[in-house]
Structures are given as C-alpha cells and as structure tokens.
C-alpha cells in the first residue's frame, strides 16, 4: 500500500511533469500514490491544490512530494508560500540560471500550443499519425515517396506501434511494410519497396517470443507456431541482410528504445517538437 | 539560424531530457540547434560527448545548453568535470534530495525498463495500442466492454489520434465510434454504445474547422461542405446534450489536451506510467 502522495502540478497538461517526475521516482524502489493535478492556471485552484497537498500530508503523516512545471508566477507564488510538501520546482530551478546565461527574460508561456490548430509543427504531427495510420501494414504504396521511414519485417515484430510512436512523438511519416512468405520464395524484397532503400529500417524478433505474441491472437494456427515463425524470421534476416538494410531485434526492446536507435541509425534529424 | 546548440545526453532514450528541455526551451523565443546523445552509458562515451559539447561550444562562441538524465555516476562524472557548457543535472539536482527525505537510496536504475517485453506494464501498454487500433472507428463490438473510455463524434473530430495517444501514453484502452447520419435519424446513439454510458466521452469541433480538415481529404465532396459540416456537428452536439455525456470542443486543442481533459472528467486513474 503506497503511504506517500505525489503531486504532479501544472498550468498546462502537467504531462511534462508527469514524464519528469516518474523518471526520477523510479529510482526509488517505493509504491506512491500519484494525483495529477493540471490545468491549475488561477489564484483559486492554486489555493484549492495547495488544501490537497497539505491535507494528504497530514493524512499521512508524511510530506508529500510536490513536482511542478509552472510558468504563471501567481499561482506558483501560492504553491511554494502555501505547501508543506517538499516542492520540486521544475521551471524555476532551470529557468532562472538559463535567463541569466541567455541574457533574456522567459516568455512564462504556458504549455507548447496556445491554439494547437494554429501552429504549423502540430498539425504537422497530426499529419504524420493520419500517414502513418493510412501506410500501416503496406495497406498504400500511395505517396510512400513522403515517409520519412519505412519499416520492414514479419507480422508482429513491432512495426505498428513503432510507427505510431514515430509518428505521435517525432512528428515523423513512419510507413511500415510486412516481409511475407511471397517476398521469401521471391527472395527478394517487396518491389514497391526498391526505391526508397535508404528510408528502410528491419525490425526482427526471436521466433520464440513471436510465437508467444501471435499464439495470443490466432491461438494453435500454423501462422504462430514456433516452425512457422523460426522459418519466417530466418527468411527474413536473411533478406535484410543480404539487401544490406540496418535492422534490430525488438525482442526486449521498448517502443521508445526501438525509436530512438532508429533515429541514430538513419541519422533523422528533422524531427517537431 | 540558430547559433547555439542544446545538448540532451542521457544513458538511456533521453526522451525524459528532451521531453524536459523542450518544455524549458520553450520558455525563450530563440531557435536552438538541439542534439540528442542517447544511450551514454559507458565512460568512452561520456568522453565523446564531452568533445562533442565543447568543439560546439568553441565554433559558436557560446556556452552550449546540456540536459542531462544520467543515472550512471561515473558517465554523470565524466560530464560534470570535462564539459564547458551549461549543464542542467536533471537528476542530480532532484535526486538527492529526494534520497534525503525518502531515507532511502535511489537505485541508479536506466530508463524505466530493463527488459520492456517483461514488464507487465510496458505489455498493457503494447495491449491497449493494439486494442485501440482495433477499436478504431467503430469496427468492432467485440470487447467492448473491456474499453476504459470510447470516444464518440464525426468523423474527422479527433477520435482517432486521441484514442491512440490514450493508449500509448497512458496505457488506455480507448475505442472511438462515429456518429453517422444513421444515429441522426434514429435520434439516438449507435446501440451498441448503450450499455457502456459511463465509458463515453464526446468529441465535437467547429463546422468551419471541420470542413477545413475533411477537405484536405476528399476536396469539394458533398462530406466536406460546410452545409454538411454544420449539419452533422449540430446533430451530434444535440445527441451528446439529450444522452448527458460529457464532450468539449477539439478546435484549438492538442490531443495532449484532449486526453489531459478526458481523464479529468471520467476520472480515469488506474493508467501506467
């Protein structure tokens, strides 16, 4: 049972914070309760978050861990004047040195968008994820010229959520085409595929763990038994290997892992933020 | 043209960095040139990186800007004694301190997953993107049940794109339904939606944005027309009002703040992180 609260507090989505403070709670081996508390932009849900905080501190019994990307100086006046918790205060502690250094003031800006439909980087985001939504699965070979990755492999080596990943984080056009037992017999790549060589990027997996993972979809089927995928899988680093494609073996990589060795490795450097 | 250069080093994906420094960046008007070092996880590499920094700093003239989330003190120590640019210790600067009130050590542990295929999270992560996937616009009933939110609007209002981010963000298992002009007819929602009333969540947009965005797809089609646009978004608008499910406008919103609100609302609380 977690004993401790953790707040996450923020004028915007607090999804900064969130990403922030869960990378430095997980190098404590200890269960918190975690409240998110966003969109906190006035003196009113200031002093109501700051009643939280310090209700579930007394509750507890122990401080509660306070982290806060707060670009409104009001309401982190109310915060750090009014929290008995032990304040992480995300914004001020960079931002302040970072004036300095940069010999400008901050804009307090709050949050990426303040009209997402309005700004060019976002729509080019939500672009990307109708593409790579459209080019999943090699269900177009329309406009594949545009991707800016095309990743291949067999059914179930992770193409899909990597894509959307790309896609979602970098604003990247990430296509995904599957190796099938045609390209094997063929030994060759899919020819759509030819022209657009050095946009390719393999994706592999160990035939035991891809058999695991196709047995949960079509249970006892010829297409997820360890023959089955053993064979495909040997087809197809072959293949990646002999058209000399970069690849990588998914087997106990995350989707972030597997993105981010992808972006090293075709060196894509144009990503939206 | 940017003239000086931001450094993200991390000994994992330096996703947490980047996520981070662009949440701060943000805070000044000034182009940057942004550099991702991920995976620095040994001292060599440390030591490349520090050259990298300081031959950027030397050619600008100006102190490079380096986030940084390295768990490894000896790579963190590499870093902090040869590197001539502004360094930000993101977990530096928070761990200890965090150390001193837990009572406890923090465990230097990389990135949020050692083997991402065993982990029970990262696996329901994996699960709700394919079950959003497979729950996109209304193709399956099977399942239903199983959805921790559906999403229902017209077509193009935003269902998709937030589902997935719901799915790969949080961990939710999110489906999206459209309303058609069938459900305007009938005066009533899709049948199939009844049973799960406090799962849904609406979506609607302004008809005049709506015609912009359906256009780019079909240009100058009965569907796009604003007439139609209105049409439908009055319709659907009246439906969510008469069935008392709650929906916001996506016009000038990033699914980040879509989702941010979804959750809020349907207090939704058992995501992964």
Sequence with gaps: MPNRTVF????????????????????????????????????DKAHQAVRQINQAGALEGKKPLVFTTLANEEVMAVISQ????MLMDMFGTFVHPLEEELGVKSN?????????????????????????????????????????????????????????????????KASNYPLIPEDFERQDLPP??????????????????????????????KYASLANCRHEVKEAEAMMRRSGIKWLSTTTKSIEEIATTILQELRIEHMTY
């Excluded at 009014?82 to 918790?85: D, K």
């Design 192 to 221: 759509a595929l030819k022209l657009h060589h050095k946009k390719l990027f393999g994706l592999t997996i160990l035939p035991e763990r891809l058999s695991e993972i196709r047995n949960e979809r079509r249970p006892h089927s």
């Design 108 to 172: 307090h800006r709050i949050g990426r968008f303040s009209d997402a439909s309005k700004s060019k980087q976002y729509q080019s985001r939500i672009d990307a994820i109708n593409f790579s939504l459209d080019h999943d699965d090699g269900q177009s070979h329309r406009d594949l010229a545009s991707s800016d990755v095309i990743l291949v492999g067999v059914s179930r080596s992770g193409k899909t959520p990597t894509s959307l990943y790309l896609a979602m984080q970098y604003g990247l």
């Design 8 to 43: 996450f507090v923020s004028d915007g989505t607090g999804i900064t914070a969130e990403t922030f403070g869960h990378a430095i709670l997980n190098q404590f081996e200890i269960d918190f309760r975690r409240v998110r508390l966003p969109f906190t932009d006035t003196v």
């Design 82 to 85: 009014g929290c008995q918790g």
